[in-house]
């Protein structure tokens, strides 16, 4: 019975990948590093040993080495211009979710959202484009992080906040010169 159960298992699992593959445009991933089933990447970077979970949506990023990012997480994303009379991509040269332009105003470039090294963000997180994650860092499951994080350091919340440092200065100090990452 727990064979057949097994068997089911990975059934399932492989159907996912194979009926629902990631979507990636203009991406560098690393050859160690995984992109699970449904995930959208466009112009996208990810580093050695790192993963990006299922349902995850990111643009215009960098993620470094040793990252784990956990299932239906958003990183970076387009900019809309705030000093037009309208923020609708119509009043944008070029192509447009719309299929239409009323002028040839160029568009705003999107910022790069930069994870580092050996970061992990929890499930369900939105992260701002031309956010930098530093190395250690953890992001609480559901946070909305709008500021960069420093390195070791834990944060949560609606903004994310400070929750505490994941080790004293001098470790932290050692583990960023170790560059452990890189080896």
Partial sequence: MQLLKNVKLV???GLKWILNPPALRDCQIDKTARVCPRSELTNVKVGRYSYVGSQCFAVNASIGH???IADRCCI???THPMDYVSTS?????GKN???TNFSSHSAPKSKVTVIENDVWIGMGCYVKAG???HTGAVVGMGSVV???IPPYEIWAGNPARFI???FDENTIEKLLNSEWWDV
């Fill in 89 to 93: 991509p119509v009043f944008h040269a």
């Fill in 66 to 68: 040793f990252c784990s």
């Fill in 11 to 13: 059934i399932a699992k």
């Fill in 76 to 78: 970076g994303g387009a």
């Fill in 97 to 99: 979710i719309m299929r």
């Fill in 146 to 148: 709008t500021h960069d």
């Fill in 131 to 133: 956010v930098t994650i």
């Fill in 164 to 166: 505490r440092k994941r």
